[in-house]
């Protein structure tokens, strides 16, 4: 499936699937509707975590730190769509590691017809260099950094998603 015609559940304010769907970016919901997304925190077992640079060919945070993830697709569970998008923007494979689901958030934008969830989810585990594979045109490079150097990035108002996250850092 292309990603033009990807099709997103569409979930009701308590977070339940509606049974009806939307076409990715098509963004028609009702201020009561909202699609599922799914970010996955990678951290190596030496404490620091995986970032990647957003392309600069991104419409939207060109150039910035972020996390791996995405929308979930319909009918995918939100631990299906998190493995899947940390393996296509990193190649990491995170289903053996420790961790799982974290906590999630809900981002209303009334009138936009972009109203989500967020699932965050945190996996540590033993990855070198010559594990990762970053999906080119999502990302422009990586780094493993402390939580010190992601807290700059967020300082330098260059990390996606911070403020809505930092917990997971903790």
């Known amino acids: 499936m292309s990603k033009e015609t990807e099709l997103w559940d569409i979930y009701d304010a308590d977070k339940q699937k509606t049974g009806r769907t939307m ?40 150039g910035w730190w972020e996390v791996s993830g995405g929308a979930c697709m319909a009918g995918e569970e939100s631990k299906e769509a998190v493995l899947r998008e940390v393996k296509e923007e990193t190649g990491l494979d995170v289903s053996g590691f420790e961790g799982g689901y974290v906590f999630s958030y809900k981002r209303e934008n009334p009138g936009e017809g972009d109203n989500y969830f967020v699932d965050i989810y945190r996996f ?13 045109e999502e990302t422009a490079g990586w780094q493993l950094a402390t939580v010190a150097e992601i807290e700059e990035y967020a300082r330098q108002g260059i990390f996606l998603h911070y403020d809505s996250i930092k917990r997971v850092f903790e």
């Open 23 to 62: 076409r990715r970016n098509d963004w028609c919901l009702k201020d009561d509707e909202y699609h599922l997304t799914v970010l996955g925190v990678v951290r190596h077992t030496d404490g620091r975590y995986l970032i990647t640079k957003r392309v600069m060919t991104k419409a939207w945070a060109p």
């Open 124 to 136: 540590t585990g033993e990855f070198t260099e010559k594990d990762l594979c970053l999906q080119e």
